[in-house]
């Protein structure tokens, strides 16, 4: 099975700008959660979608935001661009149903975002 | 809160010696557990898990059990190789939850020839 894809690898953006950014997960799976990642903060959700559906979401301002398609990809969105938005920003995706895997999260290999 | 306290790095090892990086963590109900690896520009692969008190989780030679009485997941390798260097991170899920991982600060490991 193919893993976790996210486009694109790398951007450049300036303040004030808006980005968007892609997830593809894991065929089957439905789940997808946005991670982002800093030096000073570590690793800090942001939200996660189901059936198109956002069941969870964390601490973040309004400018970040995502959604889910039919087919489970997904994407996050993040408006008026500021310095501290510059991260790698990751997706991961499990599996939901039964079983023993439905906690278990896959990781692609993220976006790194960088803005000026 | 939940919450994930890694002990702080960097760990420099010698090639071939053990490792250990401690994990505990603060939850209200009964958290999966996990140990994630992130090499240098890459995202973060899944290295092991164990979901109920008492599993080991095991790959590659690296070892974590699933103390509930410590609220504890430490990672161990009987022997580190270079290729081991990178950030490890212990994160908890819960099962049927809405698959939000809380993270540890990471630690970095450095193992040297």
């Known amino acids: 099975k193919a893993g976790v894809t996210q486009t694109p690898r790398y951007l450049i953006k300036t303040r004030g700008q808006q980005v968007t950014l892609s997830c593809s997960p894991i065929?089957?799976?439905?789940?997808v959660s946005w991670y982002q990642q800093t030096p000073g903060q570590g690793l800090q959700f942001l939200f996660e979608?189901?059936?198109?559906?956002?069941?969870n979401k964390g601490n973040f301002p309004g400018r970040f935001s995502g959604r889910q398609f039919s087919n489970s990809r997904s994407e996050m969105n993040v408006s008026t661009l500021e310095l501290g938005d510059s991260a790698l920003y990751l997706c991961?995706?499990?599996?939901f149903g039964t079983g023993t895997n439905t906690d278990t999260q896959y990781f692609g290999p993220g976006t790194r975002l960088t803005v000026l | 809160g939940d919450s994930v306290t890694q002990m702080e790095g960097p760990v420099t090892l010698s090639e071939e010696a053990f490792l250990t990086i401690n994990c505990t963590y603060t939850?209200?109900?009964?958290?999966?557990l996990f140990w994630y690896v992130q090499y240098p520009g890459e995202g973060l692969q899944l290295l092991l898990k164990?979901?109920?008190?008492?599993d080991k989780g095991s790959n590659k030679g690296f070892e974590a059990t699933y103390r509930k009485e410590t609220t504890s997941f430490h990672l161990e390798k009987g022997s580190v190789q270079v290729s081991d260097s990178a950030v490890y991170f212990c994160?908890?899920?819960?099962?049927?939850?809405?698959?939000?991982?809380?993270f540890g600060a990471g630690t970095r490991l450095a193992v040297h020839p």
């Open positions: 994160a908890l899920n819960f099962a049927g939850g809405y698959n939000k991982l809380i």
């Open positions: 065929s089957g799976h439905r789940s």
């Open positions: 979608y189901f059936s198109e559906t956002q069941r």
């Open positions: 991961a995706s499990s599996y």
């Open positions: 939850a209200t109900g009964y958290p999966s």
């Open positions: 164990a979901t109920k008190a008492d």
